[in-house]
């Protein structure tokens, strides 16, 4: 589409369109890991999210759940609402993982009685650290009522979501969201993706997400266009 280049990611880059409330978000092959500290790039990324995504929101707003998603442009392009992001990360957990694991001492692969929701300040600098409820109220990061919304609509998501996994073998372990405001209404943003989620094999716990490049197994670009597949199938 050719906009000026309004924001660049570590994953993303942002552009202008000729609409004021809509941007383009472009899909990049760059992966991070560690807030930044590894740095690569994984062939077709860019590609395999931006579908992987597309397709995820779509199936969420069949089920009620709004987002910034409005189309996907082109191989590495997706039309959304420009949003202004609320600077919370939601993590939503079915299994642990991660650092979670670290945190409790659950090993990987223990799976939790009920989905665990967190909550994590976006701040790359502090390399975004896990706060509460109270936190949130403190440093003005939204309201009470908006924090439930979060929670809830994250909760929602993660049942969309696992089920349309399970039903194609595979486990949804963990995922993070970020939310923002287009004219005051609260909406999903960002991406979803392998890059943000736990995405396991359900028969043999093969994984099919970032942990591949994150921890060097191997068989990252193979894992995101398994994933693409399955969802596509
Ligand atoms: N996650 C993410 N961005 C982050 C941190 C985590 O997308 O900046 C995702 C990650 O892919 C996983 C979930 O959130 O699906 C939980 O990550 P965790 O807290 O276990 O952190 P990690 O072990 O990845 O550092």
Redesign the pocket.
């Given at each position: 589409m050719g906009g000026k280049l309004l924001y660049e990611g570590k994953a993303k880059k942002i552009f202008e369109t000729g609409h004021p409330y809509e941007v383009e978000v472009y899909f990049k092959d760059d992966a991070t890991a560690f807030n930044g500290a590894k740095k690569g790039q994984i062939n077709s990324k860019g590609i395999l999210n931006n579908a992987i995504s597309s397709l995820f929101f779509e199936l969420l707003e069949a089920n009620g759940v709004k987002s910034h998603y409005l189309k996907r442009i082109d191989e590495r392009s997706m039309l959304v609402k420009k949003l202004k992001i609320i600077q919370i990360?939601v993590?939503v957990r079915n299994i642990a993982?991660?650092?979670?694991s670290k945190r409790i001492g659950w090993p990987e692969g223990k799976a939790l009685p009920s989905p665990v929701v967190e909550f994590y300040y976006k701040d790359d600098d502090l390399g975004?650290p896990l706060i509460n409820d109270y936190h949130v109220a403190a440093m003005g990061l939204a309201t009470p009522e908006e924090l439930a919304w979060l929670a809830a609509e994250s909760l929602r998501v993660n049942a969309i979501l696992r089920d349309h996994l399970l039903a194609r073998k595979v486990k949804l372990v963990?995922?993070?969201l970020e939310f923002g405001k287009s004219d005051e209404e609260l909406l999903l943003g960002d991406e979803i993706s392998p890059?943000?989620?736990?995405f396991w094999d359900s028969e043999t716990n093969l994984r099919l997400d970032?942990d591949r490049f994150r921890r060097d197994m191997g068989g990252v670009e193979e894992a995101y266009q398994e994933m693409y597949d399955r969802l596509k199938g």
């Open positions: 990360e993590v993982a991660g650092s979670l975004d963990d995922f993070k890059d943000t989620c736990r970032k």
